[in-house]
């Protein structure tokens, strides 16, 4: 798929209106066509058509379920940046899941007394993860589709739209990762410490380096299983 000039122009005006709207991690799919004109919705549909198959995504589909109503709102925005984590103000939480990133937090904070363990992104409505992969299509690839779905999943199939098995995006207080070099987070004091101690509060790393999902290496992006 490959994308002319007044597509990208759709596309780009589509992030505008967006930002301009109150949609959220919460939004369903028809907020989000509101919001949308004809010709955008048609081609963003088009997107969702795609097989992930056809660009080497082997994750599975999610199980399906409702947008959660008990939610723990988290407005992590004084450390946001411009960029992916700027793209909702607040992110949501389910209850159960927030109980279980607070509980690691508050370990991490006492081997770091300095440092806290931030949510960049936590739960994504399908909506909300339409908007999280136009946006990553226009602002961080460059209108590339092999790229971005390297990077993003199609709503059925990512594991922020799970509201059982929520994936949470971790950032740290230097608001890494950041757009331009995600990757550094590997790096950082945060990662080391999560690879050690994120399994006893059942956060499992989804796309470590070759995965099987065919998913680029992800040092932040951390599941929540509990059983
Ligand atoms: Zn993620």
Redesign the pocket.
């Known amino acids: 798929m490959h994308f002319d000039n007044h597509e990208i122009a759709l596309l780009d005006n589509f992030l505008i209106d967006v930002e301009k709207s109150s949609l959220s991690g919460l939004s369903t799919m028809e907020d989000l066509w509101m919001i949308a004109d004809a010709e955008s919705k048609m081609l963003i549909e088009e997107i969702l058509q795609l097989n992930p198959l056809d660009f080497e995504f082997k994750g599975k589909k999610i199980k399906e379920e409702s947008i959660p109503d008990d939610v723990v709102a988290i407005d992590n925005s004084k450390y946001a940046q411009d960029g992916e984590y700027a793209l909702f103000k607040k992110s949501y939480l389910p209850r159960p899941v927030y109980a279980a990133f607070s509980k690691m937090g508050e370990e991490f904070t006492k081997s770091y007394p300095s440092r806290v363990l931030l949510v ?2 936590g739960y994504r409505s399908p909506a909300s993860q339409v908007v999280t992969l136009v946006y990553i299509l226009a602002k961080i690839y460059n209108f590339d589709i092999n790229k971005t779905l390297k990077r ?1 999943a199609l709503p059925q199939y ?3 739209s799970s509201v059982s098995e929520t ?3 971790v950032m740290n207080v230097d608001g890494e990762p950041k757009d331009e070099d995600s990757l550094a987070f590997k790096d950082s004091v945060e990662y080391e410490w999560l690879k050690d101690h994120a399994n006893n509060f059942d956060f499992y790393e ?1 796309y470590p380096p070759n995965n099987p999902d065919g998913i680029m290496w ?1 040092p ?2 951390w599941q929540y299983k509990s059983n």
């Open positions: 960049g992104s993003v990512s594991t922020h994936a949470i995006d989804s992800e932040w992006h």
